[in-house]
């Protein structure tokens, strides 16, 4: 675990693959581990349609629907903003803080170093160019460079380890003057 939370940089991490891949579900294997193993992380995912959070008939739709730029709804369990404008990432991303390190589903163009998930069944290409890539998790045989680490669907605890034990500091790191 991260001692110094209040650091100058995050690392981040790019999960990238076609839809139906298994992206969600591996992610959500990963972050169990990395929370059981006393790790804060946050989780990004990307979104290529107009979501909604608000239910119609809510207050906090009610205030998004009445102009309201930022919409915010706290409880004793959960708090969630709704910034009901354009957000670049890099900007969304200053705003996380108290973690160890953020996790993105998507985001392929990004600067951040990329995770490919590829699987056969599904018959595409590889989402990305395999020299894109900081690891591959996968079913498939694909010819990989020398360097790049191959895990399977079902090894999201080794894959956890690799994270945690490969040092960070080697990745790319949001830090604010990589976003200014």
Same mark, same amino acid.
């Given at each position: 675990?991260?001692?110094d939370?209040?650091?100058?940089?995050i690392?981040?991490f790019?999960?990238?693959?076609w839809?139906?891949?298994?992206?969600?579900?591996f992610?959500?294997?990963?972050?169990?581990?990395l929370?059981?193993k006393?790790y804060?992380?946050?989780?990004?995912?990307?979104d290529?349609?107009?979501?909604?959070?608000?239910?119609e008939g809510k207050?906090?739709?009610r205030?998004?629907d009445?102009?309201a730029?930022l919409t915010?709804?706290?409880?004793?369990?959960?708090?969630? #903003?709704?910034v009901?404008? @354009?957000?670049?990432?890099?900007?969304f991303?200053?705003g996380?803080? !108290?973690v160890? &390190?953020?996790?993105?589903?998507?985001y392929?163009?990004?600067?951040?170093?990329?995770i490919?998930?590829h699987r056969?069944?599904l018959?595409k290409p590889?989402?990305?160019p395999l020299n894109e890539?900081v690891?591959v998790i996968t079913?498939?045989e694909l010819i #990989?460079e020398?360097?790049? @680490?191959v895990?399977?669907?079902e090894?999201?605890d080794r894959?956890a !380890?690799f994270l &945690?034990?490969?040092?960070?500091?080697?990745?790319?790191?949001l830090?604010k003057k990589?976003?200014?």
């Amino acid at each position: 675990m991260v001692d110094d939370r209040k650091k100058e940089t995050i690392p981040i991490f790019s999960f990238i693959a076609w839809s139906h891949t298994g992206k969600t579900t591996f992610l959500e294997k990963l972050i169990g581990i990395l929370s059981d193993k006393g790790y804060r992380v946050a989780a990004v995912k990307h979104d290529g349609h107009d979501f909604s959070m608000d239910k119609e008939g809510k207050d906090t739709k009610r205030m998004t629907d009445a102009g309201a730029v930022l919409t915010g709804i706290v409880s004793g369990t959960h708090a969630a #903003l709704l910034v009901n404008e @354009p957000v670049a990432l890099p900007d969304f991303l200053q705003g996380i803080r !108290d973690v160890d &390190l953020i996790l993105l589903e998507g985001y392929e163009r990004g600067i951040w170093p990329k995770i490919l998930l590829h699987r056969r069944e599904l018959k595409k290409p590889p989402r990305i160019p395999l020299n894109e890539c900081v690891a591959v998790i996968t079913d498939d045989e694909l010819i #990989l460079e020398p360097d790049v @680490p191959v895990f399977g669907f079902e090894e999201a605890d080794r894959f956890a !380890d690799f994270l &945690l034990t490969t040092g960070w500091e080697k990745y790319l790191l949001l830090s604010k003057k990589d976003i200014q």
